[in-house]
């Protein structure tokens, strides 16, 4: 149940009002990632567990956590949040791919998915509030070696991933651009590609932008799940690299094209 009156969040009283709960928000969500750092020390030091087993209890925490801060942000107003077909994620060795327009987007969509596996940056390792749950649930920093392969390649086998195949979040004229490598991964180590459409509007929470910076309106998200997408198929009419390049191109057609009007 909304704080505000919907009729009133986008007035100037709305605009104080979100910018409030935005700066709540943003401190709790810091002060809570401290926290976990005692809270997820059992995850770190207990060698007897299964390490996947161990990972899973640990992301069943953290994304519990976010899916309270996810209610907390549409209760009181901060944003609009709207989810469609995420039934059909979370399987075994399914890629998850999805274009980057804000902060926040991994948070909304592992706080619905939360057994999946996340690759992100490899600076959040040094960031206080990210590096305690990102070691105690297992995310893979991303990096540029062979090691990465076999570590997608390991993880595919008994989870599914999420990645961001832009490496940085979406640019202000919304153009979504993506490097090879996460489709090469999938198409070498996942059973199914599918990737999730993100659309946001008015841009919010972007690179270099301040969090007081509050749109005239309330941002409104919408998380729509493609088609899956079968890499043998794929890699039986053409040999991998023209295949990831194909596919590529097609993929950054697809998201240009549902990432900036919202679904029907």
């Not at 942000?73 to 804000?102: C, D, K, M, W, Y």
């Not at 893979?140 to 595919?156: C, G, Q, R």
């Not at 651009?177 to 198409?187: N, P, Q, T, Y």
Request: hydrophobic letters at 40%; a positive charge; glycine letters at 6%.
């Amino acid at each position: 149940m909304a704080l505000v009156a919907t009729p009133l969040i986008n007035t100037p009283l709305g605009r104080a009002w979100r910018f409030l709960a935005t700066a709540f928000g943003f401190v709790l969500f810091g002060v809570c990632g401290v926290l976990f750092k005692i809270l997820l020390l059992p995850y770190y030091f207990r060698p007897s567990d299964n390490d996947l087993t161990r990972q899973r209890r640990a992301r069943r925490l953290v994304t519990g956590s976010w899916r309270l801060f996810a209610r907390y942000s549409t209760a009181t107003g901060t944003v609009e949040v709207h989810f469609h077909g995420f039934e059909r994620l979370g399987r075994q060795g399914q890629l998850i791919l999805a274009n980057h327009p804000s902060l926040l987007d991994v948070v909304f969509i592992l706080s619905r998915v939360p057994e999946a596996n996340c690759m992100v940056k490899a600076s959040l390792l040094h960031n206080p509030a990210m590096n305690s749950q990102i070691r105690a649930c297992g995310y893979v920093p991303n990096s540029e070696d062979e090691a990465l392969l076999v570590k997608v390649h390991e993880i595919l086998q008994h989870q599914c991933l999420l990645v961001f195949p832009e490496g940085t979040r979406t640019g202000w004229d919304g153009t979504v651009s993506f490097h090879r490598g996460a489709v090469s991964m999938g198409l070498r180590s996942a059973r199914v590609i599918t990737p999730v459409f993100v659309y946001m509007n008015p841009p919010n929470y972007k690179k270099h932008q301040p969090w007081y910076r509050i749109p005239r309106q309330r941002p409104v998200y919408h998380f729509s799940v493609g088609d899956d997408i079968d890499p043998q198929t794929l890699l039986a009419e053409k040999p991998l690299p023209i295949a990831a390049r194909r596919l590529n191109e097609q993929l950054q057609q697809l998201f240009n094209q549902h990432s900036r009007t919202p679904p029907v």
